[in-house]
């Protein structure tokens, strides 16, 4: 199985900064790398898919980058309703798995 | 995009089974395939399998092949994810999520989760 590492586990951040959050495999998976944003008690939401790809829906200030191991969640001006768990996934070969979250929370 | 609604909060023994059920709110799933993702209390998400309804075609991730069976309804319109055997650690949430395309992996939307507590 393909392991999915995240980087960091959380951090601490104010409206208006740029995050950004890491997230390895364990093997190279092309560009098959997905991230999801969770907030408490409620379902994770598609952000970003492809590696690069924003979802329909969700705010410019989101992008993504990276290919084979090695990606990036961005997120530019951060804003009150992004406080949330990013997850990583990858969508290269079965079992499908997921990065252990990193939580951004409010500085 | 439709919503995916799931069925309500189970309490269940161990060694018993379990069946969740997943429809779409505009009726079909428009010939989306259909995952399900479990998250353990505090913990990560977990991709169980999937299902194309269309075909009928199952995929299972191998630490549950011997225990889900994911099944595609045509009268009720509805995925369902049963998962027997249960134990302890299978306590959290199982969410289903439509797939863009059968195995292409990213999942939007997802149905709101149905808690599953295994207890004595």
């Known amino acids: 199985d393909i392991q999915m590492t995240q980087s960091p586990s959380s951090l601490s951040a104010s409206v208006g900064d740029r995050v950004t959050i890491t997230c390895r495999a364990s093997q190279t998976i092309t560009n098959s790398l997905n991230w999801y944003q969770q907030k408490p008690g409620e379902a994770p939401k598609l952000v970003i898919y492809a590696a690069s790809v924003v979802q329909t829906g969700v705010p410019s200030r989101f992008s993504g980058s990276g290919s084979g191991t090695d990606f990036t969640l961005t997120i530019n001006n951060l804003q009150p309703e992004d406080f949330a768990t990013y997850s990583c996934?990858?969508?290269?070969?079965?079992?499908?798995?997921f990065g252990p979250g990193t939580k951004v929370d409010i500085k | 995009q439709g919503h995916l609604v799931q069925s309500g909060a189970e309490v269940k023994k161990p060694g018993s089974s379990l069946k969740v059920s997943c429809k779409a709110s505009g009726g079909t799933f428009g010939g989306h395939a259909v995952a399900w993702v479990r998250q353990a209390p505090g913990q990560g998400l977990e991709w169980m399998g999937g299902i194309s309804p269309i075909f009928g075609t199952t995929i299972y991730a191998h630490k549950f092949q011997d225990r889900v069976t994911i099944t595609a309804d045509e009268l009720t319109n509805a995925v369902y994810m049963e998962l027997s055997s249960l134990r302890i650690g299978d306590t959290g949430v199982y969410y289903c999520a439509r797939e863009a395309t059968y195995l292409s992996g990213w999942f939007d939307p997802w149905g709101q989760g149905t808690l599953v507590t295994v207890t004595s």
């Open positions: 996934q990858q969508s290269s070969s079965t079992p499908f798995t």
